[in-house]
DNA sequence: CTCTCCCT
């Protein structure tokens, strides 16, 4: 094992020593290194042998199990070795590694078990994070746990981030670490913003691009777009109109030889364009690219915790993946990228990508955590916490499937935990064996866990996607998707301890898996219906009408998208209603609906919404029929309420001292916190509120008052007065404002004849705004300084008034003239 | 018209 680091021509080389000296004085560094500086490689090889490693190895993370791989092998190459001496890699169904192994390449998820099995890492010296910057959910996690585990176990642990473009600042000062700056290997590329572009005309748009820069550009050409329609539509009008030139779509879809094709260079050496979702800004590099065109959008996916599903959105991209795109053009040489927006927008653009943990499906994060004893996420310290929706809705289909039970793991929760697939999945697959139907069920979660084995015109049944796959294992079949499902589901047998199962699919046993994994979507045919369902999380969705489950009366749906109110099926199973005895609950239902004038009381048998069989009730007890008005008012608003101006006054008055004294602790009393906390100041005056008038009868403005103590009351009353004694003797409402703005006082100027001051309120602090009025009700002037009005505007006013009212007094000295109503 | 990418 001879290497000589000083040797390798790879930009990085500068600073292993600067790395090696911050490693020896601290235990975090980071490590900023563009593309092509070879950071992967040398670094962990020029740390092998530190003595804080005392032995120890270095584990280096991965987001990609190719790049994992292939890190391993050049690193071992380096050495002089083999792969899985020396240096090893572990990655999902493969690995290499031996007893002599010091360095490890692994996968995000693989680093996430071996924390869960180990918490203190023993045999570890040190963990790098590398690419960073993509801030994968299993990275975050990743650092957020080995960072408490540095801090309460393993204070000698080294931890090294490296990343190509990130928000460092922020990153240091979190780590409180050291940040070591590598120059890269890039060539200059030059950017040019082509103008504004639109979202839904993007194949046109871009073709039209493609065309101009084809004529005016040389060398190979990179086209970024969102998907693979837009691929398709753009690709089919360049066809038509560039001859000669080799046009290659690329994407994660597109089997591995038509991915070889766009990545090598043309075989008859034409030139060539190649259209590419966001796969080719980092998983695969395509060599010799002079030019990029990037249609400025991208998809992604995003989880909706509200109603537990995930959904594609095409969206705007962020700068740092714009600047990612465009360097792909200057690997080998200078470059030039154009960009389908303006200069205008890109000033306007974000600057980094959101982190995934702020929009994916936190289920097995809030399931690891609990493993490690840790119920609140935010006891441990995040770059971006975990969103606190998210969390909620987790922690609820975790306490659902009895992985959690008040909020701490249970012996199901380990075990679920355990196994490499979501929480749901896992929770069908441990449930299956207790039915016997282990077999089965190793086939539907590897369905669910990878792509769609088939088109979409198959209809939405599950089984069809397990005949398939069990044709594939006889042999009948082959495909690329079906040979990645089989390899899930050997693992999944061999986790089991179960064998495969070739024989004929009963539909109804599949359904009552999928109900496992996924029991809020049991879905009840809606009576006299076209193919629509109502599930038991209350969403109604519907299957293509011409579908062979389309007119069954009970699905177990596994995926479903949701779209203004109406949800489409993407994949289900018939099922058994007999099979749903254990879930069906009793339940008494009261509810308020005021545009039916009151209450409807009745009890079901139902299984979460959908409604069995239902009876009248013709008796209720109060609580449940003061629950059912609150939940009513807070789901449709102030409407039902007596929701008048004195109580908007009032409310005004106290949010203008909660903004003025902010000290002195005034209450939130604005309409949506009230609304949202009507059960505490409302429930006590519902208990006799039969009908829909009876709540209109309700006094707010003196329920909310009782809400404020007697002193706190007598203070609202002399700090923000509802009205002001003018000098005629008149009382005067003041308008205050919700958001603190300074009160207006609406008088007619006749009557203030006298006053020499502007008045003020809170303790003479806030000075009102006057609107003085003519004798007719009419603005004439609107002033905050009363002393400057009757110094000088006065004297214009009153010639027009003079002229206007001849009748009323306009007095030359307004100061010690007598005020009058009239 | 759902179908970006990746991972245990």
């Known amino acids: 094992m001879k290497l000589d680091i000083a040797k390798i021509d790879l930009p990085v080389v500068e600073i292993v020593e600067e790395v090696r000296g911050a490693l020896g004085e601290e235990n975090t560094i980071i490590v900023n290194a563009p593309a092509g500086a070879g950071k992967s490689t040398v670094l962990p090889l020029a740390l092998m042998k530190e003595e804080w490693l005392e032995g120890r190895k270095i584990i280096m993370l991965e987001p990609r199990r190719l790049a994992a791989k292939t890190i391993a092998m050049r690193m071992a190459d380096l050495l002089g070795e083999k792969v899985g001496e020396s240096v090893g890699y572990r990655i999902r169904f493969d690995n290499c590694v031996s007893e002599k192994t010091k360095i490890e390449v692994v996968t995000e998820g693989i680093l996430t078990r071996m924390l869960q099995s180990d918490n203190a890492i023993e045999n570890v010296g040190m963990v790098i994070f590398d690419e960073f910057h993509e801030r994968s959910l299993f990275a975050d996690v990743a650092l957020a746990l080995s960072r408490e585990s540095q801090q309460v176990l393993r204070p000698d642990l080294r931890i090294m981030i490296m990343s190509a473009t990130l928000n460092l600042p922020q990153l240091s000062s979190l780590l409180k670490a050291k940040v070591v700056q590598s120059q890269g290997r890039q060539f200059p590329v030059e950017i040019k913003y082509e103008g504004e572009s639109d979202v839904r005309m993007l194949p046109e748009l871009t073709a ?24 398709r539509k753009c690709e089919a009008i360049l066809r038509k109109t560039l001859n000669e030139i080799a046009v290659h779509p690329l994407y994660g879809q597109l089997p591995p030889s038509r991915q070889f094709a766009a990545i090598m260079p043309d075989k008859n050496g034409k030139r060539k364009v190649v259209l590419a979702t966001s796969i080719a800004e980092t998983s695969l590099t395509i060599e010799g690219i002079k030019v990029v065109v990037d249609c ?59 982190p995934e943990i702020q929009e994916a499906d936190l289920a097995s994060l809030v399931l690891d955590l609990a493993v490690w004893g840790i119920s609140k996420p935010d006891s441990l310290i995040w770059l971006t916490p975990p969103p606190s929706g998210s969390v909620a809705q987790a922690s609820d289909l975790l306490h659902q499937l009895e992985a959690l039970e008040d909020g701490k793991i249970t012996d199901l929760g380990k075990e679920i935990d355990k196994l490499p697939c979501h929480p749901r999945i896992a929770h069908m697959l441990l449930m299956a064996q207790e039915e016997g139907l282990a077999e089965l069920a190793t086939d539907i979660a590897a369905v669910m866990e990878e792509r769609d084995p088939l088109e979409r015109e198959s209809g939405i049944d599950v089984n069809l996607r397990i005949e ?46 999928l109900v496992y994994a996924y029991p809020e979507r049991i879905a009840h045919a809606k009576p006299g219906n076209n193919a629509q369902f109502r599930m038991a999380n209350g969403a109604v969705a519907a299957a293509g009408h011409k579908d062979d489950l389309a007119h069954e009366e009970w699905l177990a749906v596994a995926q479903v998208s949701m779209r203004e109110g109406l949800g489409k099926i993407f994949m289900a199973s018939p099922l058994n209603p007999r099979d749903l005895a254990p879930m069906v609950k009793e339940k008494e239902m009261v509810e308020w609906d005021t545009k039916k004038g009151g209450f409807k009381a009745e009890r079901n048998l139902c299984i979460g919404h959908i409604i069995l069989q239902s009876k009248p009730l013709h008796q209720c007890d109060e609580g449940q029929k003061v629950a059912a008005i609150l939940k009513a008012i807070e789901k449709e608003g102030g409407w039902l309420l007596d929701w008048n101006k004195e109580v908007t006054q009032w409310q005004n008055r106290v949010l203008s001292l909660r903004k003025w004294n902010p000290e002195e602790g005034w209450p939130d009393v604005s309409k949506a916190t009230l609304l949202g906390d009507a059960k505490e100041w409302l429930a006590p005056y519902l208990s006799q509120v039969k009908r829909p008038e009876d709540l209109k009868k309700i006094k707010l403005k003196e329920v909310l008052q009782h809400h404020l103590s007697y002193e706190k009351q007598q203070v609202l009353d002399e700090l923000a007065p509802d009205r002001i004694q003018v000098p005629t003797g008149s009382k005067i409402v003041i308008q205050y404002h919700a958001n603190g703005d300074v009160p207006v006082l609406s008088v007619r100027l006749q009557e203030i004849f006298g006053w020499q001051e502007t008045p003020a309120v809170n303790k003479g602090k806030v000075s009102l705004l006057m609107h003085l009025l003519s004798p007719g009700f009419k603005p004439v002037q609107i002033t905050g300084d009363l002393r400057s009005f009757w110094d000088n505007a006065y004297f214009e006013v009153k010639k027009e008034l003079k002229a206007r009212y001849p009748r009323h007094k306009w007095p030359d000295d307004p100061l010690v003239a007598e005020p009058n109503r009239k």
């Not at 969206?315 to 200057?330: K, M, V, W």
């Not at 044709?471 to 040979?483: A, T």
């Open 208 to 231: 039209r691009l493609v065309k101009k820069v084809m004529a005016k550009e040389e060398g190979d050409v990179l086209v970024f777009l969102p998907g693979e329609g837009e691929i």
């Open 296 to 354: 400025g959008f991208s998809r992604t996916m995003r989880f909706d915790p509200s109603s537990a599903l995930s959904r594609l959105e095409t969206i705007e991209i962020t700068r740092d993946a714009a600047d990612q795109r465009a360097g792909r053009a200057g690997r080998l040489a200078p470059g030039v990228c154009y960009r389908m927006w303006t200069k205008a927008t890109q000033s306007r653009l974000k600057e980094h990508r959101t």
């Open 468 to 513: 398939a796959l069990r044709k594939s294992r006889k042999g009948l079949v082959s495909n690329k998707v079906l040979s990645r499902i089989e390899k899930v589901a050997n693992q999944y047998r061999k986790m089991l301890g179960v064998k495969v199962d070739n024989g004929p699919v009963d539909p109804f046993e599949t359904g009552l898996l």
